[in-house]
């Protein structure tokens, strides 16, 4: 599968109770959800948005 990401500024938001500006990935935070199976090949495209440079942090399986 082929996935596209985009990261931008969200608007300020309270989730802890503290006001603060937060960044979004597709509109939402936290990022969406990728599902795939063992053995499937993912190409992902990050369009950053945002006005400084960024990087993208995983969790899960390990990428190769």
Known sequence: PCLFIRADQG???HPDGF???VYLINGQQPG???EVDEG???EIFVQNDLKV???M???GEPLV
Do not use: A, G
Request: no cysteine.
């Open 11 to 13: 608007p300020n938001l």
């Open 19 to 21: 006001k603060r500006e």
């Open 32 to 34: 969406p959800l990728i």
């Open 40 to 42: 499937d090949n993912v």
């Open 53 to 55: 440079e960024t990087t």
């Open 57 to 59: 942090h995983w969790h």
